[in-house]
């Protein structure tokens, strides 16, 4: 494979290591017998996901987008923290270096918005911020069954401001907006009151992730590039899914409320985390994975088998869980594994191909 920026190799592997060995424990924590390092490693599952590999992935193609040294600090990092995790370091020493990761990315949005003052650098600068914050709750004591909604915040007010830089969703109307940030709005009173009203502030949080869901739904231009075909067509179909799952998340959320573990926890939390955050990675890969080294990706029809995969072992899954099914869950939460590492394959095996077109012309085309 031909990459054109070797020295960003090592960030993108810290995230991978914390999304790959987070996978391992987190089917550990479904119940299957897996040899784990050391007893209690599964509760890292979480944090590995979202502050290892989504805080790491996201911050190292931010501070390629910036394009300033001293960003690289913030994916650093967060990935010394991940490693720190996996390799037993005391856990405050990598919440301590994921919260300096995270800070780092506020700072990368501070210069960003400074260059672009957008409605979208914005929304991506708050999204930054949220998931600092976050991460200075989880060093100070909080359990992870509350500071999942700062993260999970934080990915959907991230993603919604990628989907207005990338989609040029900021030439919605003025109405549009207002109801964007009232939105957002819901959803920050919902991680606020968490601290206090933990029911009621998931369900509120869940209303906020329904409203998004259909208000991204209604306002992305995925709604008519699905037409289109190819990569175009690929890239509306996963954006479509996702703002599917979103709603159920929020469904769930709304009706379900304040579970800090068990089977209604998990549709929450992986309706949201699947479903929607790896459909918006499985859309955003062909554009972010070149950008980030250099490489050239072309688009295959083939991927689509991740995104089917995805949706049937994430029904079966979640079927499972509120069917009171186990065979369901633990079989349909394996074969998620299964479709993300099939997911890593194919986005490997077409980086190392010759392009069709350049890699600025995939950008245009979401
Ligand atoms: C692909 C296979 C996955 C498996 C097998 C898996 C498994 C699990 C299980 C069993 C739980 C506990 C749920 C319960 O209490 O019943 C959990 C929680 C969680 N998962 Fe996953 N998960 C997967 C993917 C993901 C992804 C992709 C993310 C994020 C991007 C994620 C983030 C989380 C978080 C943040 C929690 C809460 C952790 C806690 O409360 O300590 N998971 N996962």
Partial sequence: MMVRHPRRLPLLAFGMVALLTGLWAGIARLGWDMPLPRPGFSSLHGPLMVAGFLGTLISLERAVALGRLWAYSAPLLTGLGAVGLILGAPQWIAQVLILAGSIGLVAIFAAIIQRHPALYTFTMGGGAMVFALGNLLWLLGWPVFLVVFWWAAFLVVTIAGERLELARLQQVTTGAQATFFL??????????????????????????????????SLND????????????????????????????????????????????????LHAFFLGFVFAMIFAHAPIIFPAVLGARMTYRPLFYAHVVLLQITLLIRLGGDVAGWGPGRLVGGALNAVTLVLFLANTITALGSLPDRPAVTIRQQS
């Fill in 183 to 216: 939105l957002l709005a819901t959803l920050l009173a919902g991680l606020l009151l968490l601290g206090w009203w933990f029911d009621g502030a998931v369900r509120l949080f869940g209303a906020g992730l329904t409203g998004l869901a259909v208000w991204l």
């Fill in 221 to 268: 231009i995925a709604r008519r590039t699905v037409r289109h075909t190819g990569l175009t067509r690929f890239i509306a179909v996963c954006l479509l899914s996702g703002y599917v799952w979103l709603g159920l998340s929020g469904l769930a959320a709304m009706v379900y409320g304040g579970v800090p573990v068990g089977p209604q926890y998990d549709v929450i």
